[in-house]
């Protein structure tokens, strides 16, 4: 889903959507802000759209406002999928899209401007051309063996609570708080790591006994 500043679906005249990705949907917003109506038109309109419903499903997301809206979980309950949201500043160690994903994305769209501004040096990236430099851009920064690889990298799947090295539960240096002299043994911090690794885990085994086939991760 890709979110334009406006107030009405006029706002929307000045976009090229015809050259955006397959499958996308459009929406405006003041400040083209993500917020509760839009998270949860993006999950009704486009996760379910294209999420399988013959098994249970996992959706990982991380702990933006706008993922936790009581019209997206009762959406989610009625389609037997289970919704878990990741702690706060954790996401750059637990958030597959963090690690595998945008980074290609970015670097192959930076790549996608510079061929174009080298080819129309008279043209700035405006409404009209941005959809089509996007769209070429995802479809080579999110391939299918990166989102595997952000699974692997987070130790979501396969589970693996100890991918993440000690140096991970050492105190923010933004608090002004000087590591320990032996973070091994940080055990508060390590120990709350821990438990989100053991609820993704007891996410896929749910209590009927039900298994989870299937990992979905959206970050809006």
Same mark, same amino acid.
């Given at each position: 889903?890709?979110?334009?500043?406006?107030?009405?679906?006029?706002?929307? =005249?000045?976009?090229?959507?015809? =050259?955006?990705?397959?499958? %996308?949907?459009?929406?405006?917003?003041?400040?083209? !802000?993500?917020?509760?109506?839009?998270?949860? $038109?993006?999950?009704?309109?486009?996760?379910?759209? $294209?999420? @399988? @419903? %013959? $098994?249970?499903?996992?959706?990982?997301?991380?702990?933006?406002?706008?993922?936790?809206?009581?019209?997206?979980?009762?959406? &989610?309950?009625?389609?037997?999928?289970?919704?878990?949201?990741?702690?706060? $500043?954790?996401?750059? +160690?637990?958030?597959?899209?963090?690690?595998?994903?945008?980074?290609?994305?970015?670097?192959?769209? #930076?790549?996608?401007?510079?061929? +174009?501004?080298?080819?129309?040096?008279?043209?700035?990236?405006? #409404?009209?051309?941005?959809?089509?430099?996007? &769209?070429?851009?995802?479809?080579?920064?999110?391939?299918?063996?990166? !989102? /595997?690889?952000?699974?692997?990298?987070?130790?979501?799947?396969?589970?693996?609570?100890? /991918?993440?090295?000690?140096?991970? +539960?050492? *105190?923010?240096?933004?608090?002004?708080?000087? &590591? *320990?002299?032996? /973070?091994?043994? #940080? %055990?508060?911090?390590?120990? +709350? /790591?821990?438990?989100?690794?053991?609820?993704?885990?007891?996410?896929?085994?749910? %209590?009927?006994?039900?298994?989870?086939?299937? !990992?979905?991760?959206?970050?809006?």
């Amino acid at each position: 889903m890709i979110v334009v500043k406006g107030k009405t679906y006029k706002s929307l =005249n000045s976009w090229a959507v015809k =050259n955006s990705p397959p499958h %996308t949907v459009w929406a405006w917003q003041p400040k083209a !802000l993500m917020e509760n109506v839009l998270g949860e $038109h993006w999950f009704r309109n486009c996760f379910l759209k $294209h999420c @399988r @419903r %013959t $098994h249970l499903q996992l959706l990982i997301l991380d702990g933006h406002s706008s993922h936790e809206s009581l019209g997206l979980l009762e959406a &989610a309950k009625a389609a037997t999928i289970h919704v878990f949201s990741l702690p706060p $500043h954790t996401t750059h +160690y637990l958030q597959p899209l963090d690690k595998t994903v945008f980074g290609p994305l970015k670097k192959h769209y #930076n790549a996608k401007c510079s061929e +174009y501004m080298v080819a129309h040096p008279d043209h700035k990236i405006d #409404n009209q051309s941005w959809p089509a430099l996007f &769209a070429s851009s995802l479809e080579a920064g999110v391939s299918p063996a990166n !989102l /595997i690889s952000g699974f692997q990298a987070c130790g979501i799947y396969p589970f693996n609570p100890n /991918i993440i090295g000690e140096h991970g +539960y050492a *105190p923010s240096l933004a608090l002004g708080v000087p &590591a *320990p002299s032996n /973070i091994s043994q #940080n %055990t508060d911090s390590k120990k +709350y /790591i821990t438990d989100v690794f053991l609820g993704m885990q007891a996410a896929f085994q749910i %209590t009927d006994g039900s298994q989870v086939n299937d !990992l979905t991760v959206a970050a809006l």
